[in-house]
């Protein structure tokens, strides 16, 4: 799993959410003790794509939808 701290300091450095909702959401996540990513989830700030591309992009792995992968049967 990802770290929150990383995750708030690259969505800080990036300007993907207004910076007071991130630093609400933050605040929130370490009082409820929740991931940041499931607490931008729960009120719709960040799309669930965009939270994987940013969480790939925190843990330095390639980041892949897998919507669009044709699974054999």
Same mark, same amino acid.
């Given at each position: ?13 990036? /300007? ?14 370490? !009082?409820?003790?929740?991931? !940041? *990513? ?7 700030? @960040?799309?669930?794509?965009?939270? *994987? ?5 925190? !843990? #330095?792995?390639?980041?892949? /939808? !897998?919507? #669009?992968?044709? @699974?054999?049967?």
């Amino acid at each position: 799993m990802y770290d929150s701290k990383k995750l708030y300091a690259s969505l800080k450095e990036l /300007h993907v959410i207004d910076e007071m909702q991130l630093d609400e959401a933050f605040k929130k996540a370490q !009082l409820q003790q929740l991931s !940041l *990513g499931d607490v931008l989830l729960d009120e719709n700030l @960040i799309s669930d794509e965009d939270l *994987g591309k940013m969480t790939a992009e925190t !843990l #330095n792995v390639p980041f892949i /939808h !897998l919507a #669009n992968i044709e @699974i054999p049967k």
